[in-house]
Structure formats: C-alpha cells, structure tokens
C-alpha cells in the first residue's frame, strides 16, 4: 500500500506542479521570500511540521529562481529541520549538506554556523556518532568567535555540553559548562534555562552531589512547566529518570520515565507527523523534478551539439591531419637543424681554434715587433750618437760623404723600425690623436730638412706654396701630420729624378672654429699606373723596385692611408705614367687664439742655471752611457752614469742628483724594480725612463713603478731637455 502511495503521490506532484506552473514562475520580491523563511520557522518551532515543510519548499523554489545562494542555503537548512523533527535524520543530513555548500558559496558563516550545529546535534543524539557530531559542533563554535556572537557562542557551547555529558564524557564538558554558568545570565536566552539546569544536575549527579542534582532537575521541571516548552521538558524528565534509575530509585524513575513518553506522545502527534511525511515527499519531488528538468535541459543540449560534433570531428580529423603533416615537417626540419646545428658547433669549434691561434699569432707577432725593434733601436742610438759627436767634436768632417752616408742610412733604418711599429699600434687602435699648437710652414719647413739628403741625391728641387688665409697658429696633432707628409714627400722624392716636388695647402672653408686646409703633393716623376692605384695604399706593396735603391718596407702609404683615418680623412691619388702623381688630402685643424697660448705657455721652462742640476744616468750599455753622457753634458748639466740599478740605489745613499735617467731593461735588476726601491727609500727625485720600445707598451707600469716621464731611444737632445726641464721647474 505504502508504495501505490508513493506512486500516486508522485503523479500528483508532478501535475500539480504542471497546474500551478505559471504562478511558480512569478517570483516575488527578495524580502517576501525571506518572510517565507520566518513564516517556516514559526511554524516549525508550533510543531506544524506540515505548513513548515510546504513553507519552506516554496522559498526554496523561490530562492533558486532568484539564484539567491544565502535564501537557497537557508531554505536547504529549514527542510532539513523538517525532515530531522518528522525522525527522516539521513534526508535531514543530505538537506544540511546541500545548505551548507551555498552558504559557503554566499560567504555566509551564520547560516553555515547554524547548519554545522544542526549537523553536530543530529550525529551526536540521533546516529549516535558523539565524535563526528562534536567536531561539527566545535565548527559551530569557531564561527560564532569570529563573529563575536557571544549569545549564539552560548547556545552551542551547551549543545557540546550536552553531547559530552549523553556518553558520559564529564571531565570534558566541564569546561563548556564553566562558560554556560559565567555568561548565560547575561548572554543567554531565558528560553535556555531549562536544558542549562538540566546539565548543572547531570554534571552534579556525576559528581556525586545528589541534593544539588535534584535541585537543579526540579528547578529545571518548574521553568518547563512555566515556559510550556514540551520538547525541552520531555528531556528533563527522561535525564531524571536515568538519576534516579543509577541510584535504584525505581519508583521514581518510573514515574519520570511515563511523564517523558507521555509528553512524547503529545508532541508527536501521528496524524500531524503522517501529514508532514506526505509534504516530506513533495519536497523530494521536488528535488527529483529539479534533477530531471536539469537531466532534460542537458540532454537537450546534447542533442543540438550532437549535430555540431559532426562537423567538428571532421574538422577535427582535418586538423589532425594538417597537425600530423605539420609535426612531421616539423620532425623533418628539427632533424636538419640538428645536424646544421652539429655542423656549426664544428665549425665554431674550429673557429674558436683557429681565432685562439690567430690571437696568439697576433700576440707573437706583437711580441716580435717589439723585440726586435727594441734590439735594433738600442745599437742604432749608439751608432746615431756616436756620428753627431764625430760631426760636432771634428768640423772637418761636416761634409764628409762617408760621414753623412753613415748618418742617413742610420737615420733611415730608424725609419723603417717606426714604420713597422707606427703600422702595429696603427692596427691594434693604441694610437689616440692629441692637440699641439704648431705652425704649419715651420713644421714643413723642419720636414723639408730632414728630407734635404734625399732631395739631394736624386737631384731634385722641392716647392712650397702656403695659402696666406691660413692661420699662424693652429691646434691639432702636428705629430701624425708630420708623418702623413714625410711619408709622402720621401716617396715623391724617391720615385723622381731631376724633378720637382711641390707642396700645396689650401685654406678650402672655415667650419666654426675647424679650418679644413687642402694638402697636394705633386711630383713629377716615374708615375703610377691606373691599375696599381689602389694596391699602393696596401701593406708591404711596392711598385718600379730598382736594385740597390731604398725602397722601404712598403708601408709608407698604408701608414698615411690609417692616420688620415684618424683625422676623419680620406687620401686622393692622380697619376700618369712617365709625368708624375699628385696625393691630395683635406684635414681639420682647430684655430683658438686662447687655447694656443695656454698650449705654449704650459710647455714653456726656464733652461737657466742648467750648470746648477745634476744627472743620474743609469744604463747597462757602455755606448748608450757614453752617448747619453754627452748629450747631458753638453746642455750644461752634471752627469754621472751607474751600469746597473743596484749601483744607483748604492750612489743615492751617499750621493744628491736633480734628475735620474733609468734604462727599463737591463739584466739582474730591472728599471721597474729600482724605480720601486728608489721611491721605498723615500727618494722623490724626477725618474725618466729609457727605452727602446714603444712608449705605449712601457707607460702604465713605468707610472705604477713611481717613473715620472718616458723617453724613447734615439731621442733628439732637445727632446730629453725639454723634459728635463719640464720636471724640474714643474710647480
């Protein structure tokens, strides 16, 4: 019977909801749902379980038309009461649950306090599971102390009580019952009471304290029967009746025992309870006719995508297919990269060989420079030396063809080593262009000279023609002009016989304070032809080479070709063979009147008194001393020479000099190392060093060893007094 009712309840549910569609689908506001809610509650707390669960069902539909998860949340927690009230505790615990998901949705910690103490009453005194009800009831607790709800803190510390002291937990409860006493006057509702004596007696019972117990169950009994609350009452009565049942106090434990199930029996009216069962059904109808209208709508949904899934599986297959096509092109170039990747690490290997032997070819080539121009220098400073004291100390010789020959070719050797050494610094970028006042006839008129000898033995006459725009002063680095133009007029003068050299400068325009003066060397000599116009700016390249004629290293004119580089300057060829070349080439020199003095008066020293200063000369060479000596003598100084640094640290214990003159190498003691002890010793006197490298290579560690300026052998005497003079009268 009981299943044909279930059957025909649902068919009437269904097309009771089917007639009263349209006035479910008219949601009411919010705030009238929520009076729904209040309306459940009253109802359930007057045990009218049946308008309760009809209530609630509606503010659930309601709530969920809404998508009001804090109304859905509290609608799942009102049945759920219903179900747990009617004695349905599993429905209860699945409708506490769903309630308990959206509260946490909404953020909602009272409804979900209120759901988990629901929970924890439910397992701890109807499914008999103490240990999962409290834990759900210490949940409670911990959200009713965060919002600081000491009222609601009570009510669920003396469920906790409650459930420690029904399995007999007493120890445990004490603590919670503690609070319950301290705070329940001020805190708690009147309407609690009743259950708080009820569990003063237990706990007293517990302890043994009889009359104290049976003053707080009768204090308990009297507030029921005021209060007219039956459910709280009927459980008064039965935890008297188990006290007096402990103590063999049968009578009474009778007595109390029929007062419970008669109370019961009030509450629980049958027809009332059969009733709310029936709406009980709905309700689960109702979640059935969710489910299945949710079942519906996706199958629905199912049904129109299945059409699309077709054409997507095709599609799919399609892209598939391209994707297949495109890994394996993708496999196919992975495989070729890695093996242009494995055939370029090879490579780069290589490379990396072949440039770490390049590097050190470089370095040794450096290095051999170095050396051998060092080597060649220091006996070339003797010979250089020794034939301007022939010339100066015997007159007679000062046209000697021999004497001069010896003198240029020495000269001349010394140009071929500057060559080699102006081309290495020139490629490993260490040349760095420096501002010099100069005049530009006079710097010529000084080149013209040194040239004169070659001039001279070819027979040839040399020209000048300076533009008069041009300033008398100008600023720029007159050092590699100087070069530039020597180079190229010992080129003109070599490659022309019985000819003439002209120099041109020419003021072309001012830019600011830039004055670019146009440079012409014209000679009329041999020529060069149209295809070898290019080589001849390339290394070692040398063209028309006659037999025992000086004919260079072929540098020269990669030489200018570079330093004209520096100036931002490009070099011009014009040539015909058998009637001469003209070199052509523009350079930007600086003209300020201020700057130009301020250049000359730092260079400018007083050379008076030079007899008063005294020289140290400290060189392992007898030549280079001997030579070195003179030319100091000679400018009016003292000199003394040591041939090594430990004899002129030795000397300067006992011994006073204005300047000291340190070869860098030599054996035993270096230069560096004396120049260290030197300073060590408390010496301040001005160092130079004496070398026959390049200044460039000696200068940083020649300043970090205490040296004060650097010279380079052979040197022009004036070169080593204006130095001299330069430290010695520096303020």
Same mark, same amino acid.
């Given at each position: 019977?009981?299943?044909?009712?279930?059957?025909?309840?649902?068919?009437?549910?269904?097309?009771?909801?089917?007639?009263?569609?349209?006035?479910?689908?008219?949601?009411?506001?919010?705030?009238?749902?929520?009076?729904?809610?209040?309306?459940?509650?009253?109802?359930?707390?007057?045990?009218?379980?049946?308008?309760?669960?009809?209530?609630?069902?509606?503010?659930? /539909?309601?709530?969920?038309?809404?998508?009001?998860?804090?109304?859905?949340? !509290?609608?799942?927690?009102?049945?759920?009461?219903?179900?747990?009230?009617?004695?349905?505790?599993?429905?209860?615990?699945?409708?506490?649950?769903?309630?308990?998901?959206?509260? /946490?949705?909404?953020?909602?910690?009272?409804?979900?306090?209120?759901?988990?103490?629901?929970?924890?009453?439910?397992?701890?005194?109807?499914?008999?599971?103490?240990?999962?009800?409290?834990?759900?009831?210490?949940?409670?607790?911990?959200?009713?102390?965060?919002?600081?709800?000491?009222?609601?803190?009570?009510?669920?510390?003396?469920?906790?009580?409650?459930?420690?002291?029904?399995?007999?937990?007493?120890? #445990?409860?004490?603590?919670?019952?503690?609070?319950?006493?301290?705070?329940?006057?001020?805190?708690?509702?009147?309407?609690?009471?009743?259950?708080?004596?009820?569990?003063?007696?237990?706990?007293?019972?517990?302890?043994?304290?009889?009359?104290?117990?049976?003053?707080?169950? #009768?204090?308990?009994? $009297?507030?029921?029967?005021?209060?007219?609350?039956?459910?709280?009452?009927?459980?008064?009565?039965?935890?008297?009746?188990?006290?007096?049942?402990?103590?063999?106090?049968? !009578?009474?434990?009778?007595?109390?025992?029929?007062?419970?199930?008669?109370?019961?029996?009030?509450?629980?009216?049958?027809?009332?309870?059969?009733?709310?069962?029936?709406?009980?059904?709905?309700?689960?109808?109702?979640?059935?006719?969710?489910?299945?209208?949710?079942?519906?709508?996706?199958?629905?949904?199912?049904?129109?995508?299945?059409? !699309?899934?077709?054409?997507?599986?095709?599609?799919?297959?399609?892209?598939?297919?391209?994707?297949?096509?495109?890994?394996?092109?993708?496999?196919?170039?992975?495989?070729?990269? !890695?093996?242009?990747?494995?055939?370029?690490?090879?490579?780069?290997?290589?490379?990396?060989?072949?440039?770490?032997?390049?590097?050190?070819?470089?370095?040794?080539?450096? $290095?051999?420079?170095?050396?051998?121009?060092?080597?060649?220098?220091?006996?070339?400073?003797?010979?250089?030396?020794?034939?301007?004291?022939?010339?100066?100390?015997?007159?007679?010789?000062?046209?000697?063809?021999?004497?001069?020959?010896?003198?240029?070719?020495?000269?001349?050797?010394?140009?071929?080593?500057?060559?080699?050494?102006?081309?290495?610094?020139?490629?490993?970028?260490?040349?760095?262009?420096?501002?010099?006042?100069?005049?530009?006839?006079?710097?010529? *008129?000084?080149?013209?000279?040194?040239?004169?000898?070659?001039?001279?033995?070819?027979?040839?006459?040399?020209?000048?023609?300076?533009?008069?725009?041009?300033?008398?002063?100008?600023?720029?680095?007159?050092?590699?002009?100087?070069?530039?133009?020597?180079?190229?007029?010992?080129?003109?003068?070599?490659f022309t016989d019985n000819g003439t050299v002209t120099i041109v400068a020419d003021l072309i325009k001012v830019e600011e304070h830039k004055q670019l003066i146009g440079f012409k060397i014209i000679d009329t000599g041999? *020529?060069?032809?149209?295809?070898?116009?290019?080589?001849?700016?390339?290394?070692?390249?040398?063209?028309?080479?006659? @037999?025992?004629?000086?004919?260079?290293?072929?540098?020269?004119?990669?030489?200018?070709?570079?330093?004209?580089?520096?100036?931002?300057?490009?070099? @011009?060829?014009?040539?015909? #063979?058998?009637? *001469?070349?003209?070199?052509?080439?523009?350079?930007?020199?600086?003209?300020?009147?201020?700057?130009?003095?301020?250049?000359?008066?730092?260079?400018?020293?007083?050379?008076?008194?030079?007899?008063?200063?005294?020289?140290?000369?400290?060189?392992?060479?007898?030549?280079?001393?001997?030579?070195?000596?003179?030319?100091?003598?000679? *400018?009016?100084?003292?000199?003394?020479?040591?041939?090594?640094?430990?004899?002129?640290?030795?000397?300067?214990?006992?011994?006073?000099?204005?300047?000291?003159?340190?070869?860098?190498?030599?054996?035993?003691?270096?230069?560096?190392?004396?120049?260290?002890?030197?300073?060590?010793?408390?010496?301040?006197?001005?160092?130079?060093?004496?070398?026959?490298?390049?200044?460039?290579?000696?200068?940083?560690?020649?300043?970090?060893?205490?040296?004060?300026?650097?010279?380079?052998?052979?040197?022009?005497?004036?070169?080593?007094?204006?130095?001299?003079? $330069?430290?010695?009268?520096?303020?």
């Amino acid at each position: 019977m009981l299943k044909i009712y279930l059957i025909l309840m649902l068919f009437s549910s269904f097309l009771g909801t089917d007639t009263d569609a349209d006035n479910l689908n008219q949601t009411p506001p919010r705030k009238e749902v929520v009076a729904l809610t209040k309306d459940a509650v009253a109802l359930l707390k007057n045990a009218d379980y049946e308008r309760s669960f009809l209530t609630s069902r509606l503010a659930l /539909h309601y709530s969920i038309n809404l998508k009001d998860n804090n109304l859905i949340a !509290k609608s799942y927690n009102l049945i759920g009461r219903n179900y747990g009230e009617v004695a349905e505790f599993d429905k209860a615990i699945f409708n506490y649950k769903k309630g308990l998901l959206y509260a /946490h949705k909404a953020k909602n910690d009272t409804i979900a306090s209120s759901i988990y103490n629901n929970l924890g009453n439910i397992y701890c005194f109807e499914k008999n599971d103490a240990k999962k009800g409290i834990s759900y009831l210490e949940k409670t607790l911990l959200f009713d102390q965060k919002n600081k709800d000491t009222a609601q803190i009570v009510i669920t510390k003396i469920n906790i009580t409650w459930a420690y002291f029904d399995i007999g937990a007493f120890k #445990e409860g004490e603590s919670y019952l503690k609070y319950i006493n301290d705070n329940t006057a001020k805190f708690g509702d009147k309407n609690n009471d009743i259950i708080v004596d009820m569990l003063n007696g237990m706990y007293a019972a517990s302890l043994n304290k009889n009359q104290e117990a049976v003053l707080y169950f #009768e204090k308990a009994i $009297q507030n029921g029967l005021a209060s007219g609350d039956k459910a709280d009452l009927s459980y008064v009565y039965l935890e008297y009746s188990k006290y007096f049942n402990k103590r063999a106090d049968y !009578k009474n434990a009778y007595n109390f025992l029929v007062a419970y199930d008669k109370l019961e029996a009030e509450i629980v009216n049958s027809e009332n309870i059969k009733r709310a069962k029936r709406v009980a059904v709905d309700v689960e109808l109702d979640e059935y006719k969710r489910r299945v209208d949710s079942i519906t709508a996706v199958n629905t949904l199912q049904q129109q995508s299945l059409k !699309k899934t077709k054409v997507i599986v095709i599609l799919f297959i399609i892209v598939m297919a391209i994707l297949l096509l495109q890994f394996y092109t993708l496999y196919k170039n992975f495989l070729f990269k !890695k093996k242009t990747n494995q055939d370029l690490t090879k490579s780069n290997e290589e490379l990396v060989i072949a440039k770490n032997v390049a590097d050190e070819s470089s370095r040794l080539k450096t $290095q051999f420079v170095s050396t051998i121009t060092h080597e060649l220098r220091t006996p070339l400073y003797g010979v250089v030396g020794i034939t301007n004291m022939l010339l100066e100390e015997h007159k007679e010789l000062e046209n000697s063809p021999h004497l001069n020959s010896l003198k240029f070719s020495a000269r001349y050797l010394l140009s071929l080593i500057n060559d080699v050494l102006q081309i290495n610094k020139i490629e490993e970028n260490r040349i760095v262009l420096e501002d010099l006042t100069f005049n530009i006839g006079d710097e010529i *008129g000084m080149i013209i000279n040194s040239l004169s000898f070659i001039a001279k033995n070819h027979n040839n006459t040399i020209e000048v023609f300076i533009d008069p725009n041009i300033p008398e002063l100008l600023i720029g680095d007159k050092l590699r002009f100087s070069q530039i133009l020597i180079n190229l007029l010992s080129n003109a003068l070599k490659f022309t016989d019985n000819g003439t050299v002209t120099i041109v400068a020419d003021l072309i325009k001012v830019e600011e304070h830039k004055q670019l003066i146009g440079f012409k060397i014209i000679d009329t000599g041999v *020529g060069i032809a149209k295809e070898d116009q290019v080589k001849v700016f390339e290394k070692f390249t040398q063209l028309g080479r006659k @037999e025992l004629d000086y004919q260079g290293t072929g540098l020269g004119l990669a030489i200018v070709k570079k330093l004209l580089e520096l100036f931002n300057s490009t070099i @011009e060829v014009e040539s015909e #063979e058998g009637k *001469g070349t003209t070199f052509s080439f523009v350079i930007g020199f600086e003209e300020n009147l201020d700057k130009s003095l301020t250049i000359i008066k730092e260079i400018e020293v007083d050379t008076t008194d030079r007899q008063l200063f005294s020289i140290l000369v400290v060189d392992d060479n007898s030549i280079n001393r001997m030579i070195t000596k003179k030319i100091i003598e000679k *400018g009016n100084y003292q000199c003394a020479v040591v041939s090594s640094g430990e004899e002129a640290i030795e000397l300067l214990i006992t011994a006073k000099f204005d300047v000291i003159l340190m070869d860098i190498n030599m054996p035993g003691m270096d230069g560096f190392e004396a120049t260290k002890i030197i300073r060590n010793m408390g010496i301040m006197v001005p160092i130079i060093a004496l070398t026959a490298f390049s200044k460039e290579e000696v200068v940083e560690e020649s300043l970090s060893s205490g040296m004060n300026d650097i010279i380079v052998k052979p040197f022009e005497a004036g070169t080593l007094f204006k130095i001299i003079n $330069q430290l010695l009268y520096k303020p």
